[in-house]
């Protein structure tokens, strides 16, 4: 692992270093590992749309669900979504761990993008995480919606491609207006004014349930 890791918010708070530019840092000795780190942004575009298609096409012509149902149980799974990055963003990504391996693991799996924000080859989740996940709740939707699985797994999925999309846009599109200039602003005050607050890149909902919005 590159000696960088032993840098910036992998040791300590507040972070030492935060880039404004689309530049970038190595995070392994291995050119293997250095190789999947980085991932272009549209890959999730290009991996789970179809997902979304294939779910949507199984809801409404394999089962016969109708329209409004399908509607229903996809706006459910969108929603549960944003629950979903709100968690794994506060809780995960943001966990402060003691120990130095620990340390390390946090700055690879979340700390190198507030030191490097702009990253464009680091704003999207590598296939190697997303993929194992992806399968990970769908069997938990399985369990817990059954044969209206597939309408929310879609939702849940197309949330997903929502979110990413956006937080690679928050950070190298311009956005000068509207609800998208609104949503840049509130993320990128996440990453250069307060990283305790804000946790939400989709949609700030669950900061207003939970009262993480900026004070």
């Not at 509607?71 to 506060?90: A, D, P, S």
Request: some cysteine; charged content about 15%; aromatic content about 18%.
């Amino acid at each position: 692992m590159a000696d960088q890791l032993d840098q910036g918010r992998a040791l300590s708070k507040p972070p030492l270093y935060v880039s404004t530019k689309d530049e970038t840092v190595r995070m392994f000795d291995s050119d293997f590992m250095e190789f999947f780190s980085r991932v272009h942004p549209a890959t999730p575009l290009i991996l789970y749309l179809p997902v979304v298609g294939f779910m949507l096409y199984v809801a409404l012509w394999r089962q016969g669900f109708p329209v409004f149902v399908v509607v229903g149980f996809f706006l459910l799974g969108m929603l549960l979504w944003t629950l979903l990055e709100y968690l794994i963003h506060r809780y995960i990504f943001h966990y402060q761990p003691k120990t130095r391996v620990g340390k390390r693991l946090h700055y690879i799996i979340h700390g190198v993008h507030h030191d490097y924000p702009n990253d464009g080859r680091r704003l999207v989740m590598p296939p190697s995480i997303s993929v194992p996940l992806a399968f990970v709740f769908y069997g938990m939707f399985l369990l817990i919606f059954g044969r209206f699985a597939s309408s929310a797994f879609a939702g849940l999925v197309f949330g997903y491609v929502c979110y990413d999309m956006l937080h690679y846009a928050t950070h190298h599109f311009p956005m000068k207006r509207g609800v998208l200039l609104w949503l840049k602003q509130y993320h990128l005050r996440h990453h250069y004014k307060d990283d305790h607050a804000g946790y939400g890149i989709s949609s700030p909902l669950w900061d207003y349930v939970f009262r993480t919005t900026r004070k």
